[in-house]
């Protein structure tokens, strides 16, 4: 199984050859109407000149083509000042065609709207396991919320994370590396009512994250494969969503908007497909039915959903069947996430090496893993590179 690909971005050879590539799907596509991207509505931004300037000065427009009224031939007048350019300030050697890197959020709607392929993203929950992560190739990843609690504050996933830590170590994670995979968040209930999801929402775009799910939990939500969940009204929830869209809009973002349901546990089946329809119709992107209780009803939602992208969370060990990516696919799910797919193996291997102390008293690393090998998983290349070409000499000798 390969991973969904994306294009690769020019610039990306500037920085430490990393690189994501976007296929357009060698099959015709559909469109979707829930995909299409964002086009807010912007009154123009018109520029008057005083026709009393005899003497004026003309300089190509800069402004983006429809939003700023300029004559037909691209220039606007200016007024002389007879300032001399400072030189200090201007931008000398750079690459006329080099790019600014594709937003997270506009690579992961490429994926979604020009590719049929299944995204699969990793569970991460800090930098070391995004590092690696990006270190294999994953086109996309996920940071857990689960994953986040414990390993920043040593909690269970009870709401005891609130904005602040996610959108902290989101941040951190979406921008290890400006041309690499986009990240998709969990975003929890929102963290309030819809003045706090729009903020959510506003702050993790700010922080560069792709896209986020947003679920119907109370305020006082658990961990998905948990027991005892409660939801609010259809309403309350339909409320969040419709903030959470108006604030992608506001900041005209292409950020990928996940409304998750966690209603089956309670209201049954019909329900969360009734709530799943109208977070569409109020904007959602992509829905996440939480807590499938067979793979017939995961196959189901895909249907009834239809064309609408779904997006499936595989937690191994949790009240959900297992079921695997080559399924998930036949089903017709987009995206993939595995939310324990690094946290609960990183808590066997520490478990068992602290053991080993214990009773050994070694740690027995393998003679591979060197402390040059984890600094060059976190970056250590690039950060030669930065210093060097600079002229520093940090690194003139050997490691």
Not at 201 to 222: C, F, N, P, T, W
Request: charged share 20%.
């Amino acid at each position: 199984m390969a991973p969904s690909a994306i294009s690769t971005d020019p610039v990306s050879q500037l920085e430490v050859q990393s690189s994501i590539v976007i296929e357009a799907a060698t099959t015709d596509v559909k469109s979707s109407p829930y995909l299409e991207p964002l086009k807010p509505v912007l009154a123009p931004i018109t520029t008057e000149v005083d026709p009393a300037d005899s003497e004026s000065s003309t300089v190509p427009s800069s402004a983006c083509e429809g939003f700023i009224d300029s004559p037909p031939n691209g220039q606007v007048e200016k007024k002389e000042t007879g300032a001399q350019p400072n030189q200090w300030l201007t931008l000398n050697d750079v690459v006329p065609s080099v790019s600014q890197p594709m937003s997270g959020a506009k690579k992961l709607r490429k994926m979604l709207l020009e590719t049929e392929e299944l995204i699969i993203c990793p569970g991460v929950y800090d930098g070391l396991s995004a590092r690696t992560a990006i270190e294999l190739g994953f086109n996309a990843m996920y940071m857990t919320g689960a994953g986040t609690t414990a390993s920043r504050l040593g909690q269970p996933d009870l709401a005891i994370a609130q904005l602040h830590e996610m959108r902290e170590n989101a941040e951190m994670i979406a921008n290890l590396d400006p041309f690499g995979p986009p990240l998709i968040a969990d975003m929890d209930t929102g963290y309030g009512g819809p003045i706090m999801a729009a903020r959510t929402v506003e702050q993790y775009i700010r922080s560069g994250v792709a896209g986020a799910h947003l679920e119907d939990q109370v305020l006082m939500k658990r961990c998905g494969h948990l027991g005892g969940k409660k939801v609010v009204p259809a309403d309350e929830y339909i409320a969040r969503i419709r903030a959470a869209h108006g604030a992608r809009v506001r900041l005209q973002s292409d950020f990928v908007l996940i409304a998750r349901t966690d209603a089956l546990q309670t209201l049954g089946y019909d329900e969360c497909i009734r709530r799943l329809r109208m977070a569409r119709d109020e904007g959602a992107d992509v829905g996440l039915l939480e807590g499938f209780t067979s793979k017939e009803q995961a196959a189901q939602a895909v249907k009834d959903l239809a064309p609408w992208p779904l997006l499936l969370n595989s937690v191994e060990n949790g009240k959900s069947p297992l079921i695997t990516v080559d399924e998930a696919r036949k089903m017709g799910f987009r995206i993939m996430i595995f939310s324990f797919a690094t946290i609960a193996p990183a808590y066997i291997a520490i478990r068992e090496t602290l053991l080993r102390l214990k009773n050994e008293g070694v740690v027995g690393t393998p003679s591979h893993v060197t402390p040059l090998k984890l600094f060059e998983v976190c970056g250590l290349k690039h950060s030669m590179a930065v210093d060097m070409n600079a002229g520093g000499a940090s690194f003139a000798g050997d490691l």
